[in-house]
């Protein structure tokens, strides 16, 4: 298998240190709210691309596309493997609306990625135009040092998105460094599992709005650190708290 490309630079902060951490921070529920808006701008174009192209009513559609996201990771996998629906095509189509009036996130979010200490890459499942739309938008573009998107997950020219373990491998091999110094940042605990698979630490960060995510107050062994905002992670990592312990976040 050819290995991952590396992550598309943003802006380069300092040098990392031997010992500092390399942070994987999901976009979409993460980094921002994504279910006040953004998502249903997606699902809109995605369900009438689907319909459209496979000459599908919406309902079965609307099927279609969540059996393939569950089986795949992303709808677009399941359409470019059994319909040979041209994937970057379909992304670029789904994601080509006005983003910046629907992005909403935490207050002081730049600021307090400014303070993290290690490496800050992003590590997303959306395509790269659309995720460094949104880090614009957001005000933290300029506070990642990369980005890996769909389009960087194509090793042999198949799509391997998170959660598959492969990924993780080949980011931890790409990197590298140990999978222990790797800390994963997600909403979805599925890709944390894949991440622990491999050695990483991993923060599930609990938003309702995600897809499938379970109401309750708990965690499972691969989740180092449950937290329900993304800055409890960021001022606890400052201040010299660091994920991997049991203790809950």
């Known amino acids: 298998m050819s290995p991952l490309r590396a992550p598309s630079p943003l802006r380069r902060r300092r040098a ?3 010992d500092d951490p390399v942070w994987l921070f999901d976009l979409d529920n993460t980094l921002h709210d994504a279910s006040r808006g953004i998502f249903r701008a997606i699902d809109r ?7 459209q192209a496979l000459d599908l009513p919406r309902d079965q559609a609307d099927a279609l596309r969540l059996r393939y ?3 795949y990771g992303a709808t677009a ?3 470019a493997r059994h319909h040979g629906v041209n994937l970057r095509q379909f992304l670029a189509t789904c994601h080509d609306f006005d983003i910046a009036p629907l992005v909403h996130s ?8 400014r303070g993290l200490p290690g490496t800050r890459i992003v590590l997303t499942n959306a395509p790269a135009h659309y995720a460094r739309r949104v880090l614009d938008a957001l005000g933290i573009l300029q506070e990642f040092d990369g980005l890996w998107a769909i389009d960087h997950m194509m090793p042999m020219g198949l799509a391997r ?3 598959s373990p492969g990924l993780m491998r080949m980011v931890a091999a790409r990197l ?3 999978p222990r110094r790797i800390i994963l940042v997600e909403d979805t605990e599925r890709n944390l599992k894949s991440a622990r698979q491999v050695g990483m630490r991993t923060v599930w960060l609990y938003h309702p709005g995600t897809p499938f995510s379970r109401q309750r107050n708990g965690r499972d062994l691969y989740v180092d650190a449950r937290i329900n905002r993304l800055g409890t992670l960021l001022l606890q990592a ?3 708290r660091m994920p991997g312990s049991r203790d809950r976040a």
């Open 176 to 178: 590298g460094v140990p």
């Open 238 to 240: 400052r201040a010299g």
């Open 161 to 163: 998105p998170k959660p």
């Open 77 to 79: 996998i399941g359409l």
């Open 16 to 18: 990392a240190g031997p």
């Open 45 to 51: 174009r995605m369900g009438a691309a689907v319909a």
């Open 106 to 113: 935490e207050t002081g979010l730049a600021a307090r990625l």
């Open 69 to 71: 996201w569950q089986r």
